[in-house]
């Protein structure tokens, strides 16, 4: 299965701190993407990276992609309340778009 | 706002019974994607509709099965419910098919009792 893998499955910081998780996956891929969900909610597109791009930026958004070591890292910059979320790395490929099971972000005020 | 709209919000129902979630997609996007969310299997693909056909079919079970209108909404018909139906039924949408960004809709909370 193409399926992502985030690590930590939550992490809790203090606002203003950077928040960083990671997404490993086992094949091959056309690209990577990032997606927020707030509880119970829609979820988010917030970023894609092709599979020949190495590092994208969005805003206080940072994602990198290592093809080699199939993984991707998500870090969220000076981190607000409004960032409690999950993220998920979906990864589309031959088998369609493919998500994890998500990091749980907390930032404490 | 995703302008991808999904009702009804909440359905509370009983084992055996059958429903219709619907999904009206973005305007100008011609493929919708249907996923189910539940806190043991997580977010899984079940299939997708581009511009009325099928193109991609993934965990979805014979029990359940879907079809896109000329106007582009799109309804997922579940039959047979069980409890382990119950999850978050998400409608996403692009304006092609491929596997790039999608917008999700806010979901429709399926209770089977």
């Known amino acids: 299965s193409q399926q992502g893998e985030e690590d930590p499955q939550a992490l809790s910081i203090q606002e203003g701190e950077n928040a960083t998780m990671n997404c490993s996956y086992k094949?091959?891929?056309?690209?990577l993407q990032w997606y927020r969900q707030n509880s119970g909610r829609g979820l988010v597109h917030l970023i894609l990276?092709?599979?020949?791009?190495r590092e994208k930026h969005s805003g206080r958004l940072r994602v990198t992609l290592d093809t080699s070591k199939k993984s991707s890292s998500l870090l969220i910059t000076a981190s607000r309340a409004a960032d409690t979320a999950s993220y998920f790395c979906?990864?589309?490929?031959?088998?369609?778009?493919?998500f994890g099971k998500g990091t749980h972000l907390i930032i404490q005020p | 706002d995703s302008g991808v709209t999904q009702t009804p919000k909440h359905l509370i129902t009983a084992t055996g019974q059958r429903v219709t979630l619907r999904c009206s997609p973005r305007s100008g996007d011609l493929s919708v994607y249907w996923y189910q969310q539940s806190l043991d299997q997580g977010l899984q693909f079940l299939i997708q509709?581009?511009?009325?056909?099928?193109?991609a079919k993934g965990n979805i079970l014979e029990r359940f099965s879907a079809q896109q209108f000329p106007d582009l909404h799109s309804e997922l018909n579940l039959s047979s419910l069980e409890l382990g139906d119950s999850a978050l039924y998400f409608c996403?949408?692009?304006?092609?098919?491929?596997?790039?960004?999608?917008?999700f809709g806010p979901g429709t909370r399926l209770t089977v009792t």
């Open positions: 990276i092709r599979s020949n791009e």
């Open positions: 509709y581009y511009n009325g056909e099928e193109r």
């Open positions: 996403a949408s692009s304006p092609r098919t491929g596997w790039r960004e999608q917008y």
């Open positions: 979906a990864i589309g490929g031959a088998d369609g778009l493919t």
């Open positions: 094949t091959s891929i056309n690209n």
